[in-house]
Each structure stands twice: as C-alpha cells, then as structure tokens.
C-alpha cells in the first residue's frame, strides 16, 4: 500500500519544542487553523523578527559561488530584506525600538564578514524546499526541517552541520536541534556528517563546536517524542499542563480575538502581535 504524506504525522525541531513545552502550544502553533481564512497562525515579536532577517541574509550566500559572497556587502541586504519585517508588521512599538533591533542585526552582519570563517568554503544544498524522510514507515511519521548551512568539508568528504543563533541565550545542552538536523542530513543526502556547531552572531566570531550523540540515540528519543505527538492527535487532546501556561497563553489570546493581524507568512500562516 503506498503511502500518503498528507496524512502523515510531520514533526521538526521546532513543533517537537513546542510539544515538549506544553501540548496545547504545540496544538495552536501547528494544528489550529482560523475558521475564518482556514490558515494556521503565529505571532511574531522584535526578536523574532531580527532572527528571521539575519537568518535570510546569511544563508542567502550558500547559493553564490565562494568567491563571491563576501564581494558586496552584507549590510546593504539586510537593509532590503528588514522592509520585510519593518514596523508593526515585525512586532515593532516604535521606531526607536526597531532601529536598536536593526542595529544589532547589522553587528552581527559585519560580524560575520569580519570573520566568514567557514562561509568561505563550500556548501551543500539537500534538494527541496524543506528536507524530510519517514522516521517510521510504519508509524507514518515524518521528520523534516531547513538546516541553516551545510559546510562540505572536502579533506574526508564529509559535512558540517551549522546552525546561526541570533539570541543572547545560549542553546540548552538537552536539545534535540542539532540531533535532528543529523537525522536530516544523513537520511536526505549521501555523505556523512562529520561535526555540528553553533554560532552565536550577537556575541563570537567562530562556532562553537558541539558533540553529536550516537545517531541511533538521537533516533531513539526522537521517535519516541514523535508517537506522542501523533497518539496525541489521534486522540486529540492537546490539554496545556498548567491550564494557560506562559508557553500557550499568547496564541490563547490570539485565538480569542485580542491580537491584531499584521500580515501572511511565507508558510501561508496568520502574522499576529499583541499589545
């Protein structure tokens, strides 16, 4: 019997976060729709917005060849790509505050030409917009996610997992990210994964290097997170765990009319922000 991705359960890095936070965040952010223009919705903030923009600049340059990626600035990008986020549309109050988030994506722009680092070398691009592959067959379930950058690491042919943090938090060392973003990478493309890093923009000049678990555990955990998520829309029941908890409360409020809409994402979802 062939099977159907649309009636997979479809997990990422993301939706499991939300899950594991609380399922009835997991429940609005991926599974609710408006009654009234049948789209998902989200809301955006400051913070959101700067990651977005300097995420978009950033891994815009894997598609341009080495020697010329750094031969424009990146600051005059980033000036195009904010329009897109600009005023209350990126969860701005005032000019004021948007210029201060603007000025830290640009340090963190001139950062990264100051210091290209692994952005000089070669990249590798997993065919398709977003990259997934059946966790389980039998379960139905799919694991998918976009990976920030792809460093091919040409002495043993091998490939370097990167992801760009814009935040001044530091990724927990129980997160599942960089764990799911082997799973991708090794099950969407042919070569091995040989390290994965992070690189926190706002505040270092190169990565920081982090030990990947034995795939089969990663695997493991994962699979398991993923049965609960589908068992949980099997039986729909996505009750918060502490009955309007800080993680679902904001999407709460925008389901009972008090946010205000801004705009229509990419991924085809309600932009809203709150007062």
């Not at 649309?6 to 499991?16: F, L, Q, R």
């Not at 790509?81 to 004021?96: A, R, Y």
Request: charged letters at 30%.
């Amino acid at each position: 019997m062939a099977l159907d991705k649309y009636k997979a359960t479809w997990v990422s890095h993301s939706s499991i976060s939300d899950f594991l936070k609380c399922p009835r965040l997991y429940f609005l952010n991926n599974v609710y729709k408006d009654p009234y223009t049948n789209h998902k919705i989200c809301l955006t903030n400051p913070y959101l917005s700067l990651g977005q923009a300097v995420h978009e600049v950033v891994e815009s340059l894997s598609t341009i060849p080495v020697d010329l990626r750094f031969k424009e600035s990146l600051l005059g990008k980033f000036d195009q790509v904010w329009e897109s986020v600009s005023g209350l549309k990126g969860g701005f109050k005032n000019d004021d505050e948007e210029n201060l988030f603007k000025q830290r994506g640009r340090v963190m722009l001139q950062r990264v030409m100051d210091n290209p680092g692994p952005l000089l070398n070669k990249a590798i691009k997993i065919k398709g917009e977003l990259p997934s592959y059946y966790l389980s067959e039998d379960e139905e379930i799919i694991l998918c996610g976009k990976i920030d950058w792809l460093e091919y690491i040409e002495k043993d042919d091998s490939i370097h997992i990167i992801d760009f943090k814009t935040g001044k938090v530091e990724e927990s060392d129980d997160s599942l990210q960089l764990s799911i973003y082997d799973l991708i990478t090794n099950n969407c493309q042919t070569r091995k994964v040989s390290k994965a890093s992070y690189w926190y923009l706002e505040r270092d000049n190169g990565l920081v290097s982090k030990e990947l678990p034995p795939i089969e555990l990663s695997y493991n955990k994962v699979f398991e997170i993923a049965k609960e998520i589908k068992k949980a829309k099997t039986e729909n029941n996505f009750k918060c765990k502490d009955d309007g908890c800080f993680a679902c409360r904001d999407l709460e409020r925008v389901v009972n009319g008090e946010g205000k809409m801004v705009g229509v994402s990419g991924y085809n979802k309600d932009v809203y922000v709150l007062d």
